[in-house]
């Protein structure tokens, strides 16, 4: 399809946008054949990255992952790529060992558009509904959680994909712009589809889908509407589940809100990097 690149990968992690992104692509996947691309969710596409970065030769995974990706455009959601919520936070770091993981997908990333959904940290650590994670997190000392970067993890990206494109965005970001966030990612597929406001669906609440539901039976909703909408009903964590939860008190959850957009800056600036 004109306009995108052969394979798009959603790398994830596991924000509310990450995972909302996955469920469009599973839901649309047949509709989307019909228009020509091929969309692959995190069920299927996670073990076929997995695959692509193994121990055997270059040319054979390189051989196995194009004939799973057929036809072309693609674009393949492995939010579990960076491995399941628990398994952060070891060693002081938000994905340990990432750049293991990085560096074996230049062969089938050359060429490729990742895409990257990041949230401040608590919004991160609760959208997985990880209790290990949790409780890891519960332990970890303020001032080690502040300094987990977003930022550290994209560089490594433009330096280890020299070959790749990136877009970062976020669940907020998603949330108040889902048409826009999925033209960018599909292109003109996205024209026509049976449902589509169901990228906005995952990100609100029962009451905000409600109304989703009622303001789109009075025709096709303004982009402001829309905005309104998730800003009123997004699906955000609370100060209590925050402070409950993971034992974030509010002066940390600023600062960590304040090194969020600190990080966001600084990935704007980087090479290759589109920030959404």
Do not use: C
């Given at each position: 399809m004109s306009g995108l690149p052969d394979v798009t990968l959603?790398?994830?992690?596991?924000?509310?946008?990450?995972?909302?992104?996955?469920?469009?692509?599973?839901?649309?996947?047949?509709?989307?054949?019909?228009?020509?691309?091929?969309?692959?969710?995190?069920?299927?596409?996670?073990?076929?990255?997995?695959?692509?970065?193994?121990?055997?030769?270059?040319?054979?995974?390189?051989?196995?992952?194009?004939?799973?990706?057929?036809?072309?455009?693609?674009?393949?959601?492995?939010?579990?790529?960076?491995?399941?919520?628990?398994?952060?936070?070891?060693?002081?770091?938000?994905?340990?060992?990432?750049?293991?993981s990085l560096a074996g997908l230049g062969p089938v990333a050359?060429?490729?558009?990742?895409?990257?959904?990041?949230?401040?940290?608590?919004?991160?650590?609760?959208?997985?509904?990880?209790?290990?994670?949790?409780?890891?997190?519960?332990?970890?000392?303020?001032?080690?959680?502040?300094?987990?970067?977003?930022?550290?993890?994209?560089?490594?990206?433009?330096?280890?994909?020299?070959?790749?494109?990136?877009?970062?965005?976020?669940?907020?970001?998603?949330?108040?712009?889902?048409?826009?966030?999925?033209?960018?990612?599909?292109?003109?597929?996205?024209?026509?589809?049976?449902?589509?406001?169901?990228?906005?669906?995952?990100?609100?609440?029962?009451?905000?889908?409600?109304v989703l539901a009622r303001v789109t039976r009075r025709g096709?909703?303004?982009?402001?509407?829309?905005?309104?909408?998730?800003?009123?009903?997004?699906?955000?964590?609370?100060?209590?589940?925050?402070?409950?939860?993971?034992?974030?008190?509010?002066?940390?959850?600023?600062?960590?809100?304040?090194?969020?957009?600190?990080?966001?800056?600084?990935?704007?600036?980087?090479?290759?990097?589109?920030?959404?």
């Amino acid at each position: 399809m004109s306009g995108l690149p052969d394979v798009t990968l959603v790398l994830g992690p596991q924000t509310r946008a990450a995972l909302a992104l996955n469920a469009y692509l599973r839901d649309n996947a047949r509709h989307l054949a019909e228009r020509g691309v091929t969309a692959i969710p995190s069920r299927v596409a996670s073990p076929v990255l997995r695959r692509a970065i193994d121990d055997r030769s270059e040319k054979e995974r390189l051989a196995e992952f194009d004939a799973k990706t057929r036809p072309r455009p693609a674009v393949l959601s492995a939010v579990n790529m960076f491995g399941p919520p628990q398994a952060g936070l070891a060693r002081g770091e938000l994905f340990p060992d990432a750049e293991v993981s990085l560096a074996g997908l230049g062969p089938v990333a050359k060429g490729a558009r990742i895409v990257l959904a990041i949230d401040p940290l608590p919004a991160f650590f609760l959208a997985a509904s990880s209790d290990p994670l949790e409780e890891r997190v519960r332990r970890t000392p303020w001032e080690v959680l502040y300094e987990l970067s977003w930022f550290d993890l994209l560089h490594e990206f433009v330096h280890l994909l020299p070959d790749t494109e990136l877009i970062v965005t976020s669940t907020d970001a998603v949330g108040k712009a889902p048409k826009a966030m999925l033209t960018r990612l599909l292109g003109p597929a996205v024209e026509g589809l049976p449902e589509p406001h169901n990228l906005l669906r995952h990100l609100v609440s029962e009451t905000g889908r409600a109304v989703l539901a009622r303001v789109t039976r009075r025709g096709a909703p303004e982009p402001a509407t829309l905005a309104d909408l998730y800003n009123s009903f997004a699906l955000r964590p609370t100060a209590r589940d925050v402070r409950e939860r993971l034992g974030i008190d509010k002066v940390t959850e600023v600062l960590l809100r304040q090194r969020f957009d600190e990080d966001m800056a600084r990935i704007a600036e980087l090479d290759r990097v589109e920030v959404f």
